[in-house]
């Protein structure tokens, strides 16, 4: 079992930054990749970012790439996005997964690929 956390979350004018955390129970945390998926009001829950398990392989949804950043920390069981050019259309409420196994371009982007959630974190960009 694996019980996540987010925090970082919060109000953030156009063109600013946020980091989220996630931190993770578990003594395994360094076995799992973990992903970052957004919900929108109204939209469907989507894949925003993954690392693998020691933070070699990164991947991004084409609409954040060079504006977020992906890593972790195993040795404290936390994985960060660090978000900068924020726009508003980044609002949503964000979560972090895990799942074991790995990930690669074509896997680790779905949600029923990830076993554990967390309850997320508000992100409200304003323009």
């Known amino acids: 079992q694996v019980q996540l956390v987010e925090s970082g979350g919060g109000l953030v004018q156009a063109g600013g930054s946020l980091r989220l955390s996630c931190a993770a129970s578990g003594r395994t945390f360094s076995t799992y990749a973990m992903g970052w998926f957004r919900q929108a009001p109204g939209k469907e829950r989507e894949f925003v970012s993954a690392?693998?398990?020691?933070?070699?392989?990164?991947y991004y949804t084409d609409s954040v790439k060079g504006r977020f950043t992906i890593s972790r920390d195993n040795a404290k069981n936390t994985v960060y996005l660090q978000m900068n050019s924020l726009k508003p259309e980044d609002t949503a409420v964000y979560y972090c997964?895990?799942?074991?196994?790995?990930?690669?371009?074509?896997?680790?982007?779905?949600?029923?690929?990830?076993?554990?959630w967390g309850q997320g974190t508000q992100v409200t960009v304003s323009s």
């Open positions: 690392i693998s398990w020691s933070g070699a392989g990164t």
């Open positions: 997964a895990a799942r074991r196994g790995g990930i690669s371009t074509l896997v680790g982007r779905w949600e029923h690929e990830y076993a554990y």
